[in-house]
């Protein structure tokens, strides 16, 4: 059965940083994308960050050079590193797997969502 196993979320202060991981297991395809999507209470969820295979990232202009996005093919694992940590980036962070490029870019929807992790930022 598809796992998706989140971890490192947690509160912090506006300013400060947090990591997400992510492992997937039990995917029957080849992995192509990962990333994150969030969703704040009241608001629709958003793609953070995606990241192909062959490394190809793709960014929502809302966290472009604060939070970078990395993967280890091998293991099947994603993280995100958030750095300068808005109250507005206050949300469930979720992680996903797809087998497309289209599901690293959001311009479809993933195939297989984690339980997602909660992250809060304080102002």
């Known amino acids: 059965q598809v796992q998706l196993v989140e971890s490192g979320g947690g509160l912090v202060q506006a300013g400060g940083s947090l990591r997400l991981s992510c492992a997937a297991s039990?995917?029957?395809?080849?992995?192509?994308?990962m990333g994150w999507y969030r969703q704040a209470p009241g608001k629709q969820r958003e793609l953070v960050a995606g990241?192909?295979?062959?490394?190809?990232?793709n960014y929502a202009d809302f966290v472009k050079g604060r939070f970078t996005i990395s993967r280890d093919n091998a293991k099947n694992t994603v993280r995100l590193q958030m750095d300068s940590l808005k109250p507005e980036d206050t949300a469930v962070y979720y992680c996903?797997?797809?087998?497309?490029?289209?599901?690293?870019?959001?311009?479809?929807?993933?195939?297989?969502w984690g339980q997602g992790t909660q992250v809060t930022v304080s102002s």
């Open positions: 039990g995917v029957p395809f080849s992995i192509n994308a």
């Open positions: 990241i192909t295979s062959g490394g190809s990232t």
């Open positions: 996903y797997v797809g087998r497309s490029t289209a599901q690293a870019m959001g311009f479809t929807y993933p195939d297989y």
